[in-house]
Each structure stands twice: as structure tokens, then as C-alpha cells.
């Protein structure tokens, strides 16, 4: 009996709603905490549990790197740091 080699996972490209995040992630993390929620719910049309859980899985995707790697790679760093810093 032969075992078929497992197929590669192929990433979808980014969503809309993922292009969105990521380019206005700067100018949103600038803000305070209330505009910056009401800024999420308005604009983005999601909580702001929403958007942490879609933003911490884009820091996983490759699409989203090569997308915008200047916010993915420090995003990453910030992780990493707090990770160490908390653990």
C-alpha cells in the first residue's frame, strides 16, 4: 500500500478586507483606544476582537508579508519582544 504525499497548501491571496487592515494598521495604531475602536467598527466594519484575530493570523501568512513586509516583519518584532518580555 503507497502513501500519497500530502498535497501543498496553497494560500489564497489576501482579501479586501485583509489589504485594508494591514494599510491602515500605522494610522490606526496611532490613535487612542476609544477612536481607534470606533474607527474598527465604523470603517471596518468588524469588533475589535475581530480585527486582532485577523491582524495576529496575517503575521502567520506569507501573502501578507509579501504584501506589506514592513508592517508584517515589525509587527512580528513587537510580537516576539512581548513574547519574551511576558513568558
Known amino acids: 500500500m503507497s502513501e500519497t504525499p500530502p498535497e501543498p497548501v496553497v494560500e489564497q491571496p489576501l482579501s479586501e478586507r485583509e ?7 500605522d494610522r490606526l495604531a496611532a490613535l487612542a ?4 475602536e470606533r474607527h474598527i467598527r465604523e470603517r471596518l466594519g468588524m469588533s475589535p ?5 485577523i491582524l495576529n493570523a496575517l503575521l502567520e501568512s506569507e501573502k ?4 506589506a513586509p514592513v508592517t508584517i516583519n ?3 518584532r513587537v510580537r516576539d519582544e512581548n513574547r519574551r518580555k511576558y513568558w
Open 74 to 76: 515589525r509587527l512580528r
Open 64 to 67: 501578507a508579508l509579501e504584501y
Open 33 to 36: 483606544a476609544g477612536p481607534r
Open 49 to 53: 476582537t475581530q480585527y486582532a484575530q
Open 19 to 25: 489589504r485594508r487592515i494591514l494599510d491602515g494598521h
